[in-house]
């Protein structure tokens, strides 16, 4: 800060030593009262609130005096923030809010900021949401009718009203037999088809159900022949907790896999475009992951820009759960560069931690969130990890945030990245006698890429250096190649090297053969050197 006394003036403004004087002695007595008015103002940090949404970083909202619990979000591309979830009213419905950038209702959404539908005559239930390019909301979740729930499409004009020119009424409804279906998860194919995932029961057994739809809500029959495809991985129940597609069109799913229900696992599975399942994928066309044994489920799932599978969910007993993130390459095996087998977990309390969301950015960093229960309460948890699976400590307290919205349960079932980092959650918070909507949102600067290097050095048959030769390195996961020379001691660098990713590096020489003839590296650490020995050409061909 730049005080009024600490202007330049010229000296000649001061025309008598007795004036200069007076001054000096102003400005001690000035300075001597700074650290009473003048408190030095603490930066935002990685995992802070942003007080610029709703002055503290945070809102709730009410629809109905009773339970109202926000299950999805979804920014759109002008910055407002849609949240989706179920509203209590007599029976459960469809709820959804829109949010302007600054936390405050969008009146222009349904004229309140609110829009309430019921989808049947019972309990319903919105889980996942879905923008089209076109700005139209689609909504997702289940329907309850006499003989069980089913799969339930609800698609929102910008304005938040119904899309009639969607299956008639703005509502598509499936049912897959006389047991309960829901869909627990949305996926827009770059066609404008509508993929959902979630689970189909037969009897009391609950198997992994799929269904495509096309643009004007009916069901897709090129899709498994009738829009509709099941999978059976246990004798128990298989819920698909997350759907993501792949740029050929592949989609992948991941959830809880179980023979019981003290006894579940992680699963990720992967159908061709046509819901067929894709058998060259992991095991027969899904891998199996287990944590404890216990219960182990995963709730969300993110393609990383390097194909590999990344899902986040729990696992523990029914009463003490941690949060759990495993890594898949992309064939559907464990990434045993995450965290040296593929899988970690958080202790963040000792109760019930589990995480429901995750996103990963460009360079690897990992966020997850979900609740904590700290024995009196539960609250919105954030934990930040870095591509290696480590804690991210330079997020929160040492990677990890943990938030109270109001006084009681708070709940984060959903997270979303802004187009400037920020991070925005949503979920439920319990205001003392019913749940509202929460969001809230936080800090989060562009995170330091996790970059490495590869670095060797060539020599010929005696330890010489070799001068000039060219090194090519190539990305197996993005593609990305690069050349250098080795210099005039015989080094060559390449330097800011995505962590995580498989490199080939190889020396090209007429003159030169080169022992070995290329190297295949894993980059898990900031450095890593590879050297090569050349043997003159021509030797070679005399000794022949």
């Given at each position: 800060?730049?005080?009024?006394?600490?202007?330049?003036?010229?000296?000649?403004?001061?025309?008598?030593?007795?004036?200069?004087?007076?001054?000096?002695?102003?400005?001690?007595?000035?300075?001597?009262?700074?650290?009473?008015?003048?408190s030095?103002?603490?930066?935002?940090?990685?995992?802070?609130?942003?007080t610029?949404?709703?002055?503290?970083?945070?809102?709730?909202?009410?629809?109905?005096?009773?339970?109202?619990?926000?299950?999805?979000?979804a920014?759109?591309t002008?910055?407002?923030?849609i949240?989706?979830?179920?509203?209590?009213?007599?029976?459960?419905?469809?709820?959804?809010?829109?949010?302007?950038?600054?936390?405050?209702?969008?009146?222009?959404?349904?004229?309140?900021?609110?829009?309430?539908?019921?989808?049947?005559?019972?309990?319903?239930?919105?889980?996942?949401?879905?923008?089209?390019?076109?700005?139209?909301?689609?909504?997702?979740?289940?329907?309850s009718?006499?003989?069980?729930?089913?799969?339930?499409?609800?698609?929102?004009?910008?304005?938040g009203?119904?899309?009639?020119?969607?299956?008639?009424?703005?509502?598509?409804?499936?049912?897959?037999?006389?047991?309960?279906?829901?869909?627990?998860?949305?996926?827009?194919?770059?066609?404008?088809?509508?993929?959902?995932?979630?689970?189909?029961?037969?009897?009391?057994k609950?198997?992994?159900?799929?269904?495509?739809?096309?643009?004007?809500?009916s069901?897709?029959?090129?899709?498994?022949?009738?829009?509709?495809?099941?999978?059976?991985?246990?004798?128990?129940?298989d819920?698909?907790?997350?759907?993501?597609?792949?740029?050929?069109?592949?989609?992948?799913?991941?959830?809880?896999?179980?023979?019981?229900?003290?006894d579940t696992?992680?699963?990720?599975?992967?159908?061709?475009?046509?819901?067929?399942?894709?058998?060259?994928?992991?095991?027969?066309?899904?891998?199996?992951?287990?944590?404890?044994?216990?219960?182990?489920?995963?709730?969300?799932?993110?393609?990383?820009?390097?194909?590999?599978?990344?899902?986040?969910g729990?696992?523990?007993?029914?009463?003490?759960q941690?949060?759990?993130?495993?890594?898949?390459?992309?064939?559907?095996?464990?990434?045993?560069?995450?965290?040296?087998?593929?899988?970690?977990?958080?202790?963040?309390?000792?109760?019930?931690?589990?995480?429901?969301?995750?996103?990963?950015?460009?360079?690897?960093v990992?966020?997850?969130?979900?609740?904590?229960?700290?024995?009196?309460?539960?609250?919105?948890?954030?934990?930040?990890?870095?591509?290696?699976?480590?804690?991210?400590?330079?997020?929160?307290?040492?990677?990890?945030?943990?938030?109270?919205?109001?006084?009681?349960?708070?709940?984060?079932?959903?997270?979303?990245?802004?187009?400037?980092?920020?991070?925005?959650?949503?979920?439920?918070?319990?205001?003392?006698?019913?749940?509202?909507?929460?969001?809230?949102?936080?800090?989060?600067?562009?995170?330091?890429?996790?970059?490495?290097?590869?670095?060797?050095?060539i020599?010929d048959?005696?330890?010489?250096?070799?001068?000039?030769?060219?090194?090519?390195?190539s990305?197996?996961?993005?593609g990305?190649?690069?050349?250098?020379?080795?210099?005039?001691?015989?080094?060559?660098?390449?330097?800011?090297?995505?962590?995580?990713?498989?490199?080939?590096?190889?020396?090209?020489?007429?003159?030169?053969?080169?022992?070995p003839?290329?190297?295949?590296?894993s980059?898990?650490?900031?450095?890593?050197?590879?050297?090569?020995v050349?043997?003159p050409?021509?030797?070679?061909?005399?000794?022949?």
């Amino acid at each position: 800060m730049l005080l009024e006394t600490e202007r330049n003036f010229p000296l000649s403004f001061y025309s008598a030593p007795f004036v200069r004087r007076v001054i000096a002695t102003l400005l001690i007595l000035i300075l001597a009262t700074l650290p009473l008015w003048n408190s030095p103002i603490i930066a935002a940090a990685p995992g802070d609130f942003d007080t610029t949404f709703d002055t503290d970083g945070k809102t709730t909202t009410d629809f109905s005096g009773i339970d109202d619990i926000a299950y999805a979000l979804a920014i759109q591309t002008n910055g407002k923030i849609i949240l989706a979830g179920k509203t209590l009213n007599s029976t459960d419905d469809f709820g959804v809010v829109r949010y302007n950038t600054n936390g405050s209702l969008d009146t222009s959404f349904d004229t309140d900021g609110k829009a309430t539908t019921a989808v049947g005559t019972g309990f319903d239930l919105a889980n996942s949401i879905v923008i089209q390019t076109d700005g139209k909301i689609v909504v997702g979740g289940f329907m309850s009718t006499l003989n069980g729930d089913n799969f339930a499409l609800v698609r929102y004009n910008t304005d938040g009203s119904l899309d009639t020119s969607f299956d008639g009424d703005g509502k598509a409804i499936t049912d897959f037999s006389n047991g309960d279906d829901a869909i627990l998860s949305l996926a827009l194919q770059t066609d404008g088809k509508i993929v959902a995932a979630g689970f189909a029961s037969t009897g009391l057994k609950a198997n992994v159900g799929l269904a495509r739809y096309n643009t004007d809500g009916s069901l897709d029959t090129s899709f498994d022949t009738d829009g509709k495809a099941t999978l059976s991985i246990s004798s128990g129940n298989d819920v698909a907790g997350d759907i993501v597609l792949q740029t050929n069109g592949q989609i992948v799913v991941a959830g809880v896999t179980g023979n019981n229900p003290v006894d579940t696992d992680v699963f990720i599975a992967r159908f061709n475009s046509t819901g067929l399942l894709d058998t060259g994928y992991g095991a027969g066309g899904r891998t199996v992951t287990d944590f404890s044994s216990s219960t182990d489920g995963a709730n969300a799932l993110v393609i990383q820009l390097d194909g590999k599978a990344l899902v986040a969910g729990y696992t523990g007993s029914t009463l003490n759960q941690d949060f759990a993130l495993a890594r898949y390459d992309i064939n559907g095996n464990p990434d045993t560069t995450f965290n040296g087998t593929g899988k970690l977990t958080t202790v963040l309390g000792g109760g019930l931690d589990v995480a429901e969301d995750v996103f990963v950015f460009g360079n690897g960093v990992i966020v997850t969130v979900g609740r904590t229960d700290n024995g009196s309460h539960t609250d919105f948890a954030i934990v930040e990890y870095l591509q290696s699976g480590a804690l991210n400590t330079s997020f929160g307290m040492g990677g990890i945030v943990k938030s109270q919205i109001g006084s009681f349960d708070d709940r984060a079932n959903a997270l979303a990245v802004q187009s400037d980092n920020l991070l925005v959650v949503a979920g439920g918070s319990f205001n003392g006698s019913a749940f509202d909507f929460a969001v809230a949102r936080y800090i989060q600067f562009a995170p330091t890429a996790a970059v490495g290097k590869i670095s060797g050095h060539i020599s010929d048959q005696f330890g010489n250096a070799v001068v000039g030769i060219k090194v090519t390195i190539s990305n197996l996961n993005t593609g990305d190649s690069f050349e250098t020379q080795t210099n005039m001691k015989g080094y060559y660098v390449f330097e800011n090297l995505p962590l995580g990713n498989d490199y080939v590096v190889q020396p090209l020489s007429k003159k030169y053969n080169f022992s070995p003839s290329s190297g295949l590296l894993s980059l898990s650490d900031e450095k890593t050197e590879f050297n090569f020995v050349g043997t003159p050409a021509d030797m070679i061909q005399k000794i022949r």
